[in-house]
């Protein structure tokens, strides 16, 4: 089979009697060689000694039937990162931090490599947009738990399917990741996959990584301050208010002051990068909002938005798989606290296989991201390979990391 037959390797008819997961179509985007791996590698100054190449890695972009909040069928898409071999791999999901541009860019940099990182070891990795980002139809809806977990599990219902298509196997083993907003959405697929999946996709190991878990007390403490990304506050309002239908639509967008009441619907289109929204928003994220609803929010404890954002804070549960919890002191982005708060939480919970693990005290939350991926990547490999006690990772490997900057 050459590319081009393989860039377009299946068509499915829809069958919108049901939302249930199934594949839409699966193109072939990528195909590495060790040798092209190597090249990447040395562009991007990722050390061979602390992330080994072991496979080739083919990628397919994948678009598969998810559900949307009323049940109905819509479209969602991702990357799906496999070795290049015919022996069983572990799958891993991976969760990337917020985008607000719906597209996605499938240039190997970025939170793209941290995906390859593992790719290349071993890991079948599958890399969801969310809903509404990508491919995919509909609005994205921030740090939602269930859209989250909704978008990563209907890709891994499909994985099968693909597996035979592209003539590959998985064995029994499935790692959770993610990092930012990935580290929300990490948690909630494996809290939602032991919930009610338990059976069908056994979770062997997640390592959410610096995410904001409690976005209703820890996170928020952010948003009455100096700040350097205040397109959290809107974009997480709008989420909700599509998901939970709190306003009318046309009332919603004068719950914010003048000028961001005409400003913000035309900045979250989809069409704007990160860099430019932060820029046309005040320093300080409350400015933003209209005071009757800051009032009604800080005075009356059963205003209807503490509902919804409790609802998806994603720390207060027992997690029955291992799970590791990275952080970084430093971060004033995501604080760390949402993790010491999540681990002592499930600890208090029962949770008995609970690990906290600091990436550094020095490191802010852009530089946190790949320290945090290969104490992840060590934690997962224990369970990979089935060491009988928990290992570090080599110890060249971790002194490495205190002198290296991977991204």
């Not at 891993?92 to 931090?97: E, K, S, T």
Request: hydrophobic share 35%.
């Amino acid at each position: 089979m050459n590319f081009l037959e393989k860039s377009l390797l299946f068509l499915f008819g829809l069958s919108f009697s049901n939302a249930e997961s199934q594949v839409i179509s699966i193109e072939q985007v990528y195909d590495f060689d060790l040798a092209a791996i190597e090249s990447i590698w040395s562009r991007n100054e990722v050390p061979q000694f602390i992330s080994p190449i072991r496979y080739g890695v083919d990628i397919y972009k994948v678009v598969y039937l998810t559900s949307w909040v009323d049940n109905s069928p819509i479209k969602a898409s991702g990357l799906y990162y496999v070795p290049k071999s015919k022996e069983p791999f572990p799958t891993l999901i991976y969760n990337h931090g917020t985008r607000i541009k719906k597209e996605r860019s499938n240039k190997i940099k970025g939170e793209n490599i941290i995906s390859m990182i593992f790719a290349v070891d071993g890991y079948a990795v599958i890399a969801p947009d969310y809903i509404g980002l990508g491919e995919g139809e509909k609005e994205h809806l921030y740090c939602n738990v269930e859209s989250e977990a909704r978008a990563s599990i209907d890709f891994l219902n499909v994985i099968d399917q693909i597996n035979r298509t592209i003539a590959r196997e998985r064995n029994e083993k499935l790692f959770i990741t993610g990092y930012s907003q990935g580290g929300h959405a990490a948690m909630s697929t494996h809290m939602v996959l032991e919930r009610d999946y338990a059976d069908i996709h056994p979770v062997t190991a997640s390592s959410p990584m610096s995410g904001p878990y409690d976005i209703y007390n820890t996170q928020s403490k952010v948003m009455y301050t100096s700040y350097e990304q205040p397109h959290y506050l809107p974009y997480l309002l709008i989420g909700l208010n599509i998901a939970y239908d709190i306003w009318p639509e046309k009332e919603f967008f004068s719950k914010f002051k003048t000028p961001y009441d005409t400003i913000i619907p035309k900045l979250f289109d989809g069409k704007n990068n990160v860099r430019k929204i932060n820029r046309a928003l005040p320093e300080v994220p409350i400015q933003m909002l209209d005071d009757s609803l800051l009032k009604k929010y800080a005075s009356n404890p059963d205003f209807i938005l503490h509902k919804y954002i409790k609802l998806n804070t994603i720390f207060d549960w027992k997690p029955k798989a291992p799970i590791q919890l990275c952080y970084c002191k430093s971060d004033q982005e995501v604080l760390y606290e949402n993790s010491i708060l999540a681990y002592n939480t499930m600890k208090k919970n029962g949770a008995t296989n609970v690990r906290l693990k600091s990436s550094g005290n020095k490191l802010n939350h852009e530089k946190c991201a790949g320290f945090a991926t290969m104490y992840t990547k060590f934690y997962f490999d224990n369970y990979k390979n089935e060491f009988k006690r928990l290992r570090k990772g080599p110890f060249f490997k971790r002194a490495a990391l205190s002198l290296k900057k991977l991204f």
